[in-house]
């Protein structure tokens, strides 16, 4: 059991998770609110040995300095390469604290979002198309995007995807078609990005080379795209650019006439939140044993 459990802002875990969470720790306190600077995280965090956050949060080695009782930090969010995360895993490790993250727990959710908004586009169109013989890109082919691809080809839609690593067993599987970055832009009606967190693979000649009359649709949790960049192709009237919320997109260009932003992330709902709940818990459990 730890001594004291602090989660430095809201995990998006249920209340009654949160409930559960309370028999690992002697003391513990779950914060309602985002932290706003360093200091603030680690008055939160103060002599605590367990600490928890979500994506909106970082934890980094000066945190972590400042707060030497720190033995376990679970992040209540996807962690896939210590580069991508929000917690300095590298630090962590050579000062033996123990990072736990999770995975594939809201990609039900996105994949349903993919769908029902292109085909509510498609459909609203004066002359209604079909998602059947629509070359549609893949930018990363991890779980989620290879979720997306399979699903897209359930209704008929040509997908050319492009990754760090080429997957040859989904490529034959699924029956679609790598393409390097710069020939997959010009191939494609719409293009999808399902990039880790702060990997940006599009600027101005990748948009230049994606063309108009075009739809983007980003299910990242940041912009996988240079903010600017973006904006100067959406001055193109045919252009059009989707993410489930404001911080996929960019906040600053997220209200423009063509962009349809959501305001909260497709994959948290009440299923990807029990799924969340549930490897957060195995992870602390699994460390404890």
């Known amino acids: 059991m730890f001594k004291k459990i602090v ?3 809201p995990t998006k875990l249920l209340p009654e998770w949160n409930e559960k969470l309370r028999v ?8 309602d609110d985002i932290p706003s600077h360093d200091k603030e995280i680690i008055s939160r965090i103060g002599d605590a040995d367990c600490v928890l956050l979500s994506y909106t949060s970082g934890i980094n080695s000066n945190v972590m ?3 030497p009782n720190i033995k376990y930090i679970g992040m209540c969010c996807s962690l896939y390469a210590p580069e991508n995360a929000n917690v300095d895993i590298l630090w962590a490790q050579a000062h033996s604290i123990t990072v736990t993250g999770v995975r ?3 990609d039900d959710g996105v994949r349903e979002y993919v769908v029902s908004e292109l085909v509510r586009l498609l459909h609203n169109r004066p002359e209604a198309l079909e998602l059947t013989d629509l070359n549609i890109g893949i930018l990363g082919l991890g779980t989620l995007g290879t979720l997306i691809a399979k699903t897209l080809r359930f209704f008929g839609a040509n997908i050319y995807y492009y990754s760090r690593t ?3 067993d989904v490529e034959q599987d699924l029956s679609i078609h790598y393409l390097p970055l710069a020939n997959i832009l010009p191939q494609v009606d719409i293009l999808i990005t399902c990039l880790n967190k702060n990997v940006v693979l599009l600027g101005e000649d990748e948009f230049r080379l994606f063309g108009n009359d075009k739809i983007l649709m980003n299910v990242s949790i940041s912009p996988s795209h240079e903010i600017p960049a ?3 192709w959406l001055s ?5 650019a989707l993410s489930d919320t404001p911080a996929g997109i960019g906040e600053e260009i997220s209200d423009l006439k063509n962009v349809i932003c959501g305001n909260r992330s497709a994959g948290l709902t009440s299923l990807a939140k029990v799924r969340l709940a549930q490897k957060v818990i195995r992870n602390i459990e699994s460390y404890l044993s």
């Open 7 to 9: 989660a430095i802002e």
């Open 24 to 31: 690992y720790g002697e003391e513990c306190v779950f914060y």
């Open 65 to 67: 300095k400042s707060c």
């Open 104 to 106: 594939d727990y809201g």
């Open 166 to 168: 080429r997957k040859e």
């Open 230 to 232: 973006l904006k100067n």
């Open 236 to 240: 193109y009237s045919g252009n059009l």
